[in-house]
């Protein structure tokens, strides 16, 4: 009868980690990682930053947005918004009228930066598809591996891209992600390094080492790379002078 009892409890036990393995799916795994960096914050926020010279302000509230960034050009005081309804420009205060051919990569220029400022945060717009791959370990610590595919409809104009995101088994932090994009000549790949980490009134910022492979790659290798130190560091991203309202 002892014996019978113990076999059950195991079995049991067996039972109740494969449930919880089984809703560890990749929507799960981002839910949380939204939520220990603050991801249901930014939804309500003003978040201000400089990055390379040009400052950037992003309010949000409730799905409704307004992106912008303010730069000095040859004494010009250049502000650029991206909204729901748009995209406008104005020249010292003036606003003017952008080609039509134009609006779409200044519109991907400025959403790119405030994309990137607040990850994982975005990624459970309709438009984005995720696909749990595998474990990982980087540096010694295992990470889930998450792909990120977007949809063409809503997805903006670099809808083709493809992110990796490896978020920590432990904590949910992203402390890496991967991505491959088109240019002029082929794809480009990157993969960056979080670092700097700081919480602004409950928001998770970092700064990233962003690196390129120095040969032919996949996507799917950047890690492998990184860890034997097969990536060239080609810049640093730094959100410098971060403020929460």
């Not at 004494?75 to 205060?93: A, C, E, H, K, P």
């Not at 990470?143 to 490896?166: A, C, M, P, S």
């Not at 998770?204 to 290798?221: C, H, P, T």
Request: hydrophobic content about 40%; overall charge neutral.
């Amino acid at each position: 009868m002892l014996r019978r009892i113990c076999l059950i409890v195991v079995l049991t036990s067996v039972l109740v980690n494969c449930k919880q393995e089984e809703k560890l799916t990749a929507k799960a795994i981002i839910d949380r990682a939204m939520e220990v960096s603050g991801g249901n914050k930014v939804s309500n926020s003003t978040i201000d930053f400089n990055f390379r010279n040009i400052h950037y302000t992003a309010y949000r509230n409730n799905g409704i947005f307004e992106l912008g960034r303010i730069f000095i050009k040859e004494n010009d005081t250049i502000v650029d918004w991206l909204t729901n309804i748009g995209f406008q420009r104005t020249i010292n205060r003036e606003l003017i009228k952008v080609a039509d051919s134009m609006v779409p990569r200044y519109s991907a220029s400025v959403n790119s930066v405030h994309y990137f400022s607040v990850l994982p945060y975005g990624l459970n717009d309709a438009a984005v598809n995720k696909n749990y791959i595998s474990e990982v370990k980087i540096k010694g610590e295992t990470y889930h591996k998450i792909r990120i595919t977007f949809n063409e409809d809503g997805g903006g104009e670099d809808f083709d891209d493809v992110f990796l995101y490896y978020v920590n088994k432990e904590n949910f932090k992203v402390d890496y992600l991967a991505y491959s994009y088109a240019e002029d000549h082929g794809i480009g790949l990157r993969f960056r390094e979080a670092y700097n980490e700081r919480i602004v009134k409950g928001i998770r910022f970092v700064d990233y080492n962003n690196y390129k492979s120095e040969g032919e790659a996949k996507l799917e290798d950047l890690e492998t790379l990184f860890e034997a130190n097969k990536l060239k560091l080609l810049s640093k991203i730094e959100l410098k002078e971060v403020t929460v309202n």
